[in-house]
């Protein structure tokens, strides 16, 4: 079995253009396993993974616990809002009593950034970072980068700019960390205010107009806007933000170019994107989701088989 560079799976800015790739060729093989009739290889029969959700999500839990039961592994799943978490028990006590029932994994959501890099100090298990706060989510970059490379055959060369509210999104960290480790050319959009001071240092391009965004790149991932995140005011109002940020069809159309329309979900449809652009053919939105499962599958499947 091939292996990653990691144990962990805990940014992609610990893990090299290798490992990516070879999460990709993975994650080929998976895609064909779960397009058959039967969908199911035994390939993790004797593992048990906790998947432990300290934020709200569908996509990225619905499709671990998928890739999970396709690789035949043994799934446990924890929402802290349904458990003792309520009672005050801490996040170290919380996972070491999931791992004292003899489960070999942890793929884990939570608020605060550093949460995952802090298990894994303190814990066996391998860990799989589905979200940390504002930070980092390796497994959202991986397949939207999987998504550009399906598409357009391959994701180096390719100009992909990143709009919306980058200041209080760890997709567009792990996005970016990903593309340029895979030589594309990336460059991030929105208001001044969802900016944050440091993005220019990471190499990226910055841009405040979403035209010239759009009329730049082959590929927009289009982020939403994470009112839960902001504590202050950041624009005046989500009818301006649409006016000046929003995606519409027509502005897709007017590029007479092609261009791939993504975005990692949930949309806030009518304020980042409108409705008639979503759903366009620009758009590979649900493509992004289907790799989801292959890309997880594959994560899996490679950190099962990493040095301890
Ligand atoms: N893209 C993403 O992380 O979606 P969820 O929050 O629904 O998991």
């Not at 605060?112 to 298990?125: D, E, K």
Request: with cysteine; aromatic share 6%; proline share 4%.
């Amino acid at each position: 079995m091939s292996k990653l560079s990691q144990k962990h799976l805990l940014g992609i800015k610990d893990i090299t253009a290798q490992d990516i790739h070879l999460i990709f060729e993975t994650a080929d093989n998976f895609k064909d396993v779960i397009n058959r009739p039967i969908k199911k290889v035994p390939s993790l029969r004797d593992i048990t993974i906790a998947n432990v959700f300290f934020e709200n999500s569908t996509r990225t839990r619905l499709s671990f616990e998928l890739a999970e039961k396709r690789l035949s592994a043994d799934v446990v799943n924890f929402a802290a809002s349904t458990s003792s978490v309520k009672k005050g028990e801490t996040l170290l006590d919380t996972v070491n009593n999931i791992l004292a029932m003899k489960v070999d994994m942890v793929v884990m959501r939570h608020a605060s950034v550093g949460a995952p890099h802090f298990l894994a100090r303190h814990i066996n298990a391998n860990i799989i970072n589905a979200g940390d706060g504002t930070h980092e989510h390796p497994t959202q970059a991986l397949l939207d980068a999987y998504s550009i490379r399906e598409k357009l055959g391959d994701v180096t060369g390719k100009k992909v700019a990143i709009i919306g509210d980058i200041l209080h999104s760890r997709v567009a960290l792990s996005n970016i960390f990903a593309l340029q480790k895979l030589g594309a050319k990336v460059m991030v959009c929105g208001p001044p205010t969802l900016l944050p001071r440091y993005i220019a240092n990471t190499g990226v391009q910055v841009e405040t107009d979403v035209n010239k965004a759009l009329a730049w790149c082959d590929v927009a991932n289009v982020l939403r806007i994470q009112l839960e995140r902001q504590q202050i005011k950041y624009f005046p109002s989500l009818r301006e933000y649409s006016i000046y940020y929003g995606i519409t069809r027509k502005m897709l159309d007017a590029l007479k170019k092609p261009i791939v329309l993504m975005h990692p979900g949930p949309i806030n449809r009518g304020v980042e994107l409108s409705s008639d652009a979503a759903d366009s053919h620009h758009s590979i939105i649900l493509d992004q989701v289907e790799n989801g499962v292959a890309i997880r599958m594959a994560v899996l499947y490679l950190l099962a088989g990493s040095a301890q």
